[in-house]
């Protein structure tokens, strides 16, 4: 096993790594950038490196600054959480290069998850199904009107070397295909540096449903559990589930297998997620993830395992030590992402100070996160505060305890998407699991934010108000770790 890793990263994120390597005896680099000084994984970290100014490009994604501080402080691996360098073939390279342990997969298995086509062309050669569509580049208009037509409208034109829905365009009808080609390929030159467009049928109301798989080195590979991601907002995910309200038995020995086969024809090896679109009785692979997601814990919540320990010993060649048939599931979780934003005015972002902070607690409740009252959230980099999860027996139960998690949590001084969720979980549709990834649309959800917000989560903060006499005991209470950065900082002033 490793004595010291570097964690190339911020935020919740990094901080879950270094209670993993806590709890495995590893000791922990942190590296930070100029807006992160006072942040908690930095503090929380045994040693910290200043890697340089916002924005990222200048620090978190500087793939020599990074692996010089690796060198410098005896960093036997590096482990990049997810987003920056997480899924960069260069950076898994350059780790490969130097000799520190990269904590995910090859770069080669990287680096053909990364093009969308080359993953169709491995998944169809493995027979892994995937949506009817092209598995070459488009050429000129000509063609792209042909393979159209012999798909049958709707398409929709996807960029090969994209992401998170930049530049995909819906044609609906042949009269479209030219100028939306021309559209997309303009963005995705200006977006990836990569004008590469292919085609595929456009699935109605799909639901996102993922499977989590781990890897070892000898290749025993297993799926650990399902997770339903539909709830998203512009390719937002928001609200995550383990297991999905559809799955059966049966379907996830099939779906499951099937993602143990997507990570087989690549070599996998590592902690890995596999996404499928499941579309009115059938499901297609859509990409898989070679990274730890931000989800993972919905996972952690049902099956006990802890899937950052298992990446870090996977990468210290350690074998997987329990089989397919022992991975157990325990009712059922929920995921909450809870980001510094305004949802009454388009999710803007709403960086800066938080005033107080009081984490919920209490049955079933998890909460991962990476900030404290008096942390000043950097406007540079995501608006992920923290996320709540919450397990439970059954569905209604993980619910009925998101619900009351969130009205115990306290945030002030920064706007947050609480109201949302709340408004999510109360919606009926949602209680029945009647959801895809259109929900937040048809449902029209943003009408029922507003009420919320004169009714429970303002309850929740009178009673801050009422601890709020003195601002250290709101902070004393809070969770070990967040209370012991409060009472650091704990001359902060409403
Ligand atoms: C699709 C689709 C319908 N049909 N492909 C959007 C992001 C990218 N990862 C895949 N996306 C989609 N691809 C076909 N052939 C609908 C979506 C889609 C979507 C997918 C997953 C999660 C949320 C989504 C929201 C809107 C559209």
Known sequence: ?????????????????????????????????????????????????????????????????????????????????????????????????????????????????????????????????????????????????????????????KPTAGGGGI?????????????????????????????TIYVEKYLAEPRHIEFQILADVKGKTIYVSDRECSIQRRHQKLIEESPSPIMTPELKEEMGSIAVRAARAIDYKSAGTVEFMYSRGDY??????TRLQVEHPITEMVTGIDLAKEQIRIAANEDLAYSQGEIEMLGWAIECRINAEDPLNDFTPSPGRIKRYRSSGGPGIRIDSGVYAGFVIPPYYDSLISKVVAQGRNRKEAIARMERALYEYIITGVKTNINFHIAVLRNERFRRGDINT????EENIMDDVKKVTKTEYEKGLSLASALGADTRKIAAISAAVESYMAYENASVEE
Request: proline share 6%; charged share 25%; glycine share 8%.
């Open 1 to 157: 096993m490793f004595n010291k890793i570097l964690i190339a990263n911020r935020g919740e994120i990094a901080i879950r790594i270094m209670r993993a390597c806590r709890e495995l005896d590893i000791s922990t680099v942190a590296v930070y950038s100029e807006a992160d000084r006072n942040a908690l994984f930095a503090k929380y970290a045994d040693e910290a490196v200043y890697v340089g100014p916002p924005p990222a490009s200048q620090s978190y994604l500087r793939i020599d600054k990074i692996m010089v501080a690796a060198e410098e402080t005896g960093s036997e691996a590096i482990h990049p959480g997810y987003g920056f360098l997480a899924e960069n073939p260069l950076f898994a390279r350059a780790c490969e290069e130097d000799d520190i342990v990269f904590i995910g997969p090859s770069s080669q298995a990287i680096d053909d998850m990364g093009s969308k086509i080359t993953a169709r062309q491995i998944m169809k050669a493995a027979g892994v199904p995937i949506v009817p569509g092209t598995e070459q580049g488009l050429s000129d208009p000509g063609e792209a009107e042909n393979l159209a037509a012999e798909i049958g409208y709707p398409v929709i034109l």
């Open 167 to 195: 530049g995909m365009k819906i044609v609906w009808k042949e009269e479209e295909i030219v100028p939306s080609l021309e559209s997309a390929r303009s963005i995705a030159r200006s977006a990836f540096g990569d004008e």
């Open 284 to 289: 297609y692979f859509m990409e898989m993830n």
């Open 438 to 441: 259109h929900f937040i649309k």
